[in-house]
């Protein structure tokens, strides 16, 4: 059952001797692990004793106490000490065989079972011998019995006989045993590795390699928080002390000090990068803008404006223009819902770099989008802002003296999609690049255009580099802000443009409270206003398993014919083709079209002021932020307007509970919040570039007070030893130049 490994270590004993004394030894040096179980280890992501170390329990089992067979209750968890009284092979149908072995004590007795009974299993069962027997204990037609239970074999001093493989119990219990007598730990099989023999594996590695485990924390911020040292923290969470000191509940949640610790030095030595990058960005030397005639020129934009400016984009120019003052690069986010009016800010901003001779990218990420953003500079500058426009449908001919017009460093705001981003695309002097919903961007997209920003400067030789502004509708929770984003400087606008009457959201479950929502979208229409029905999914096949889900294409149908016959109906997805649904968007734009039936494809920034409603079919398999932003698409006029969520039979309760909070509330920030709780950072970050924040223990909604008491005493350390020179610091230091900051760099945002 365990692996002989006499061989194996004896064979390459200088190697071992090389290895054994740190946490880096690789598994197979483990006592009792041996290469063909290393082998195995390694192969799922355990190579060495520290990886090991930090493979943690799924569960804990209390046997600090050993119940006598009559105290044994139908249904709970249990260890007993017991004697074997006799064991046989119960032949079943089809070959295989049922091995009981009855044991008792003298208050009762226990009949133990295997259905697949390991061959030779029955053989290790010699009458007499004293045994703990740990599983759930079932009343089985009158008798107690456990299936499958986990055995502790020679715990008595009193049988001579000692059953094979025994001597590994029997080493691990000169030290104290690691199966009995405590707290005891449960791991998650791996490969068939059982959770027993990896609490062995664990108790050694504990006992021999804890103390070599380096100390990468500055005491002091320890000390601050009350944590424990690593190899204390390692220890409990492997083999806890005696449960009456501590809540084996705690334990599980990660609600401990061992945890905490751990939960710390994860945020803490992100945190640390996060800042000093941040730091060092903050040196990079970048051109000025707002001293030479930028300020005017924004000001004879602005008195442009149809409307007044809110506090918040007020606000969020004043920091914009801080940022162009300095000598270095802005790394900027401005988060705010949608329509609260980030593209006039944006534009502003523009205009003062474009005043002083800068040139200026704005990147949006649909087509619809840029054109939009391109339409409404137009309309809201005329000529005073010069811009151009640069997509998929840009012509050869524009696009050549375009090309030809940046190269010769024309000062010029390009809005785009990512045709901006190609190698033949070549500014003489971008100075600012913006990206609109920089969500839908990937990291290295956005790092592109920085990079056509970056040019060498003649005078001093070095690199100067463009400033960057990202804008988000989805507000970002707090926490990621801090995490994912903690590179960017962070403006918030939670103001809306004044006028706006907020959107009144409806959960629709049933027949009858469907009819109604058509009924009112109905009056809506025939009032001339207009509408968007939204859709997850566009063919019925991409909804195998989901068969009720309904098919937008199909929908579109039944909404154009049967129940709005009199409108007229217009279908947008993303299986179309971008001139396709260009002229779609064009139709819904200018009121040809009254009721858009759509995928999430209007999801972003459209903008829309006639559209008073809005309903979602299926709503309950969106996000809550991507609901929100859907349901931002309206409100944007003057007239009062609705969100209808529509849900489905079998939708359950906690899914209707949870859209509950979109009817309660109409701050993005607050559903943010709410939505990371529900849905995890994914949500925010898009899959992959969540799965590269680099927390494997600390959660970024249950571990948030860690997370901000980290991040102080990072930006501490960077005040007073930014590089890491102190001898209280060296231990730090060691630990990024041996593991690196890869991790990292992947994630950065500019
Ligand atoms: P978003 O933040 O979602 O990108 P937009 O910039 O598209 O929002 O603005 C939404 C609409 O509100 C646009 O039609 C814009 O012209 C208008 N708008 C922006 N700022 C104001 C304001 N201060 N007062 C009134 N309307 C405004
Ligand atoms: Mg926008």
């Known amino acids: 059952m365990l692996p002989k490994v006499k061989s194996a270590t ?19 040096y483990v006592k009792g692990v041996g290469p ?98 740990t599983g759930s204990v079932k009343s089985y037609m009158g008798r107690l019995e456990i ?24 080493a691990a219990s000169e030290a104290g045993n690691p199966n009995m007598g405590r707290v005891v730990p449960v791991y998650t099989e791996i490969e068939g590795i059982t959770s027993r023999v990896l609490r062995r594996v664990l108790w050694e590695a504990v006992e021999k390699y804890i103390t070599t485990l380096s100390e990468d924390l500055p005491e002091r911020f320890l000390r601050q928080h009350s944590l424990p040292p690593i190899s204390e923290s390692i220890r409990t969470i492997h083999f806890p002390p005696d449960s009456r000191d501590f809540s084996i509940a705690n334990l599980v949640e990660f609600n401990d000090p061992a945890h905490w610790r751990l939960i710390y030095e994860e945020f803490f030595k992100f945190e640390y990068l996060v800042l000093r990058q941040r730091l060092r960005m903050e040196k990079d030397p970048a051109a000025t803008f707002g001293l030479a005639g930028g300020l005017v020129a924004l000001k004879e934009l602005e008195s442009l404006l149809p409307f007044k400016l ?30 609260s009016g980030k593209t006039a800010v944006a534009f502003l901003a523009a205009s003062c770099v474009l005043a002083e001779g800068g040139q200026v990218a704005l990147m949006a990420p649909t087509e619809i989008l840029a054109e939009q953003h391109h339409r409404s500079a137009i309309r809201l500058f005329g000529g005073k802002l010069k811009t151009a426009l640069l997509t998929g449908k840009t012509t050869n001919v524009e696009r050549a003296s375009l090309h030809a017009r940046l190269a010769a460093g024309e000062p010029l705001l390009l809005i785009g999609t990512h045709a901006i981003l190609e190698e033949i695309v070549q500014f003489k002097n971008l100075a600012f690049t913006l990206i609109d919903e920089q969500h839908r961007f990937g990291v290295e997209q956005r790092r592109t255009l920085r ?86 999914l566009v063919n019925e096949s991409e909804a195998e398993g989901f068969t009720q889900l309904k098919s937008v294409v199909v929908e579109a149908e039944r909404l154009a014919n ?27 734009q200018r009121n040809e079209i009254q009721l858009l039936v759509s995928t999430t494809v209007v999801e972003v920034g459209v903008d829309v002021p006639n559209a008073t409603v809005i309903a979602i079919e299926h709503a309950e398999r969106f996000g809550l932020s991507q609901l929100h932003q859907l349901r931002g698409r309206v409100g944007r006029g003057s007239w009062a307007s609705t969100c209808f969520l529509f849900t489905h039979a079998g939708t359950g309760a906690t899914a209707n509970q949870r859209l509950g909070a979109l009817e309660r509330t109409t701050d993005g920030f607050e559903i943010a919040e709410a939505d990371l709780e529900i849905r995890g950072p994914g949500e925010f970050l898009g899959t992959r570039q969540a799965g590269t924040l680099p927390f494997r223990l600390a959660n970024l909604v249950r571990d948030k007070d860690w997370l901000i008491k980290a991040r102080n005493d990072a930006a501490e350390l960077l005040k007073f030893d930014p590089e890491l020179t102190l001898p209280e610091h060296v231990r730090l230091r060691n630990f990024y130049e041996r593991e690196g900051s890869i991790q990292f760099d992947r994630l950065k945002t500019s």
């Open 451 to 536: 990079h056509k920003g970056t040019r060498l400067d003649p005078k001093t030789g070095k690199n100067i580099y463009p400033h960057t502004l990202v804008l988000s509708a989805t507000p970002i929770p707090r926490t990621l802000a801090l995490t994912a984003y903690g590179d960017l400087s962070l403006t918030s606008i939670r103001e809306l443009p004044p006028g706006r009457s907020p959107v009144k959201t409806k959960i629709v479950s049933d027949r009858t409270e469907r009819n109604q929502a058509y009924e009112q979208i109905r009056r809506e229409l025939a009032g001339g206003r207009q509408a968007y029905f939204i859709y997850p």
């Open 36 to 133: 063909k179980l290393g082998a195995l280890l390694a192969s799922r992501g355990i190579a060495t004793v520290k990886d090991i170390l930090h493979f943690f329990p799924r569960a804990y089992e209390d046997r600090t106490r050993l119940l006598r067979v009559s105290e044994l209750k139908d249904g709970e968890k249990a260890s007993t000490a017991v004697r074997v009284l006799s064991s046989r092979k119960i032949p079943t149908r089809f070959g295989k065989s049922i091995l009981e072995v009855r044991t008792g004590d003298t208050s009762g007795t226990l009949s133990l079972k295997w259905f697949h009974a390991p061959r030779g299993m029955e053989s290790r069962f010699l009458p007499g011998i004293q045994i703990i027997v």
């Open 147 to 170: 299936v499958h239970p986990e055995i502790t074999w020679n715990v008595s001093t009193d049988t001579g006989e000692s059953a094979p493989g025994a001597a590994n119990d029997a």
């Open 310 to 339: 809110t506090r918040d984009q007020e606000r969020a120019v004043s920091e914009i223009l801080a940022d162009l003052a300095e000598p270095h690069p802005m790394n900027r986010l401005i988060q705010g819902d949608v329509g």
């Open 562 to 588: 049967e129940v709005f016959p009199e409108f007229r109906v217009g279908l947008l997805h993303g299986q179309m083709k971008p001139e396709e649904k260009a002229l779609v968007m064009d139709l819904f």
């Open 10 to 28: 004896t064979s390459s004993r200088s190697s071992t001797a090389e290895r054994a004394s740190g946490p880096a030894t690789p598994i197979q």
